[in-house]
C-alpha cells in the first residue's frame, strides 16, 4: 500500500495556503483486492522530526480521502 497524490485545497505541492481551514485529499496505490481504507490519522508539522507538531487528528475512523479538513491553529 502507498498514499499518492497527496493535495491541499486540491492542489499538488501548494507554495502558500490562504485558507483558514484548508482541506487534504490523497489517493491509495495498493494490489490487495477488494482493499478500503477503514481509518486515516493526518499529522502536519513543520519539522519532520517531529510528526504532528502543529496539529494530529489521531485516529480518524472512516473511509474518507477527500476533503478532509485541517483542525489546527
Same mark, same amino acid.
Given at each position: 500500500?502507498?498514499?499518492? !497524490?497527496?493535495k491541499? *485545497? ?7 495556503? $490562504?485558507?483558514?481551514? /484548508?482541506?487534504?485529499? =490523497? ?6 483486492? !477488494?482493499w478500503?481504507? *477503514?481509518s ?6 513543520t $519539522?519532520?522530526?517531529? /510528526?504532528?507538531?502543529? =496539529? ?16 489546527g491553529?
Open positions: 500500500m502507498k498514499i499518492t !497524490n497527496l491541499t *485545497e486540491y492542489m499538488t505541492d501548494p507554495l502558500g495556503v $490562504d485558507q483558514e481551514r /484548508p482541506v487534504f485529499g =490523497w489517493n491509495v496505490a495498493t494490489d490487495r483486492k !477488494n478500503r481504507q *477503514e486515516c490519522r493526518i499529522q502536519v508539522t $519539522d519532520p522530526d517531529v /510528526p504532528g507538531q502543529l =496539529w494530529d487528528s489521531g485516529k480518524v475512523d472512516g473511509p474518507h480521502m477527500v476533503n478532509v479538513p485541517y483542525g491553529p
